[in-house]
């Protein structure tokens, strides 16, 4: 099942498509590449594609058009029950008639393996599932079920791990946990494992790549970090995370190379973006600029990391959550926008709201994406 | 319920129990003590004049003695219409459940519109299908799958034929119940582990629709024994069902109380024969 | 339903309401299983001693009436059914019910009040010779006032007069009466003219249906054994029920049926079977044939009783008298097209449907009438054993 033949046995999807026939294109010429071995994220809202693609990996739903190679093996059309793909469903799926160990061991069993107890055994210890061996699903808990719905997927050692919202149906606490449970499995098995999710937290903790999805197409890919701090689009902007995009008239560029730089007019204040954190040809832009980068300070002392810098600003709210406070600056053009401030105890106390402030934040951090798109794509209602 | 039971005040569990528990008195306890006791009289009495009470324990002797015959051929009647009520009706109903979409409803009512008329018109009509006249047997005929002085009227076949088609309903309806509780993403699930669809089936589908295949089994079973309808409008002399003698016992015979012993050894019979199954079914926590 | 109780009473209340149920399920159990040990079952167990019943007629002018279904003729257009004339003529308001489907199922309906001297709710029903035979001797039947039926007196055929059972006709009026013979479709097979043919011949094989009614099924065989039903012993009863039982073992009975064996002898199921002559009649199909057995067939009546706590017998003697004007009688008769049991309808017939009056199976001639019998009058515990023989063979 491994790679007995030394090739790389990644996932690839080449234009993949899928039209249900009401019509609903679920997912649009998707091309993607998980490389063998990594924790892949699919990150988007409900309803965006990320559960079609996964189930059209795990031979669930048939592609309208469009090719799913592992390596060199076209598993297109294969049956579901023939690929080296296993899935570990929303809810888990467990088989509510048998016992823990029996589910465990449906896999190996349909493959008519042998030793079938001792790989069950061993699986059920990598997830802490010895104890509840000889009990029926519905006696355990929602952490242990889906520790259940994993070993049944595992044991089976399939080639991709398929995760469907695996962590959906646990509470916070329990989430977190399992989340680094999950990253340290995946580890420790060294499988590909692909997660489909809508909580961008749980895939930025856990994936190793993360793809944003929404409305049946990739709209950006990369690690954690690189979505974060410069992602490509409104959407992405605001679906990780949140982002405060302010409208600029691109002046004119300059320089080269990594050097290259665009001068922004933004209301005013001509701010200066790399070149690689300019993401549109229009003359008009969405300047973005993440909350916690914002810096405030009242109106005559001086902010100590100078940057790109607005007066004029006033305080309009502020919750204090702890471990910062969220400000609400109304700025001099009429936009609000949103600050994040450490609590680190500088400041010896809240800015009052009322309060003039002065706005600045390191050109670096800034980024500028296509005016055309939508400011308020991809926020998530709370 | 939770405001019925409200109204009702802390009571409310013994007056909610209070109507079944006198119906049931009634309807049920009464008539059974007047079966029991009309069983253990002495059958030289009449209807007329009466029957005296005598723990006449002998008519269960003389019922198995001379009607054995009937017994069996109603539990295998009842048998075969039950595996074929299975067949037919697990189809149906899986179909239903799964299948169907739009048409579920529309399915589910047409299972149940032939309760809209009576058991007995129902059983009137097979005789018009299977007439030795009729369009089946010409059919048959004309194929040579039947000889020519062969007939369907008056057989077993037709009579076990009746008992399926009347009784089916009751197989579908709690198989359907148990099929359509069960999560199609379990099949999936199944389809992921490497279950080709047969494996999917016998390991999922079948474990997880017991409860009904038991429900359903024992609610076609149960009535087809006792059922003498089908015998009597579809069968022959040959092909009464103890239901039949139990009737004629009681009508041309005149005699109660072979009659009503021949009726408590038929519940026992059946009450014993639910009981091992249920129990070898492995399914009594499911009922 | 709500109450307000204090808790201390709570518990004790609910206590004595579950031991209420509780005990008054085992009470009534108990109530009944004494009741049946003790009255035994089946029956009410003996004659009515100082049963009496008054008769209301006098006050009210009232008549319940249970008969066979399809018994009676109706309005048709202008012409008024026997039935409204009835009511036109004597002022009495009738209410006709046609419940009677099956002698016995009838008598399961009626003996529980019969046999207690309660009133059933009827004032007159029709049942069988037999049946009414064991009620009259059962004590459940009221004796007809003779003067209030002058015309059951003065127009009862001759060979209706005086059965066993009630040889004054003090207790019961024919209603009709009917043959029990043999009849066969003709588009199916040849003239079926014995029972033995009945019973032997190949190409009927399966294609036969009998009554279910022992006497006259019974009385058919003993017939075609020489026996006289009339007056037979039990080894005649014997040698009658070895011959169903071989008939029934052979395969050559398809069923025992009661009313529904027109049907099927019409579609075509059964060739020739065990009839009533009535039924062949009035089926108006021109393929089905009755005809007599050539050893003799069976005749019988069905009856007007009134019932003991019938509270209108004066009224229910106008309405038997109202059915023996000849007049009457023949209206009825072109209708039902059984044997009509009043002399002088025949005449009348003229008037009414010319064709019917040389209709043997309505007006039987002398000789028809010579080929028949009826079935010997016995007591309730020879009857008993007969029935429980004849049910063991048909199953």
Known sequence: MSLADGRTRDLRLAGLHKQYPNGFAAVQSLDLEIPQGSFFALLGPSGCGKTTTLRMVAGLE??????????????????????????????????????????????????????????????????????????????????????????????????????????????????????????????EVGLTFVHVTHDQEEAMTMADTVAVMNLGVIEQMGTPYELYTNPRTTFVANFLGRSNLIKGTVLGREGSGADAVVKVDMHGTVVTISAARVHTESSEGWVGIRPEKVLIQPEGTPIDAPGDHFSGAVVTGSSYIGVSTEYELLMPWGQEITCFEQNTGRRGGLVPVGTRVDVSWRPEFAFLLDSSQDAEAGIQET | MAALQRALGRNSAYLLVGPAALWLGIFFVIPMISLLTTSLSDPAGSPIYGYSMTWRFENYVDVVADYWPYLVRSFV?????????????????????????????LMLVLVVAPFFTSFLVRTLSWK????????LVETLKTLHLMPEDGRLLATPIAVVAGLTYNFLPFMILPLYASLEKIDPKLNEAAADLYANPFKRFWNVVWPLSLPGVVGGTLLTFIPASGDYINASLLGNPNTQMVGNRIQSLFTTGSDYPHAAALSVILMVLIVVMVMVYVRRAGTEDLL | MSEVTPPGENTKKGVSRRGFIVGGAAGLAGIA????????????????EGCVTTDLSDTEARLAVSNWPEYIDEDDGDVLSTLSLFMQQSGIDVTYTPDVNDNVEFFTKVRNQLGACQPTGRDLFVLTDWMAARMIEAGWIQQLTKANVPNLDANLISSLEGPGWDPNRDYSAPWQSGFTGIAYNKSLVGEVRTMDELLTREDLKGRVTM???????????????????????????????????????????????????????????????????????????????????EEGMMIWSDNMLVPVQGTHKANAEKWINHYYDPKIAAQLAAYVWYVCPVEGAREEMESIDPSLVDNPLIFPTEEYLASTHGFMALDESTAQGYEQDFSDVIG
């Open chain 1, 62 to 187: 048939v592609p309208t058009a469009g090719t799913i190679h592992i390596g060199d093996q076209d598993i297109t059309h294969e049956k579901p029950y023939k690929r080296p793909v296993n899935t570990v469903f929303q809810n888990y799926a467990l088989f509510p008639h048998l016992t823990i160990a029996e589910n465990v061991e449906f896999g190996p069993r349909r493959r008519g393996e042998k030793d079938v107890s001792a790989q069950a055994k061993e699986i059920l210890e990598l997830t802490e599932l010895t104890e509840q061996a000889s009990k029926k699903p519905a006696q355990l808990s929602g952490g242990q079920q889906q520790r259940v719905a994993l070993a049944r997927a595992l044991i089976n050692r399939p080639e991709v791990l398929l995760l469907d919202e695996p962590l959906g149906a646990l509470d916070l606490k329990l989430r977190r946990a399992m989340q680094i449970e999950l990253k340290r499995i995946q580890e």
């Open chain 2, 77 to 105: 009647y009842a048998g075969i219409a039950t595996v074929l009520c299975l067949i037919l009706g697990y189809t149906l109903a899986y179909a239903i459940a799964f299948k169907a979409g739009r048409f579920k409803t």
């Open chain 3, 33 to 48: 299983a004494a009741y049946y040990l003790t009255r035994g079952n089946g029956g009410p167990g003996g004659t009515l």
């Open chain 3, 211 to 293: 009554l279910t009614e022992m006497r006259d099924t019974m009385g058919l065989l003993m017939l075609s054994n020489g026996a006289d039903p009339s007056n037979f012993s039990d080894s005649d009863w014997s040698a009658a029920l070895d011959k169903l039982s071989k008939a029934r073992t052979d395969g050559q009975i398809r069923a025992f049926t009661g009313n529904e064996y027109i049907n099927d002898l019409a579609a075509g199921n059964i060739a020739a079977c065990v009839a009533w002559s009535g039924d062949v009649a009035a089926a108006e199909d021109e393929n089905l044939v009755f005809l007599p057995p």
């Open chain 2, 128 to 135: 018009l299908i299977l007439a030795d006249n009729g369009w």
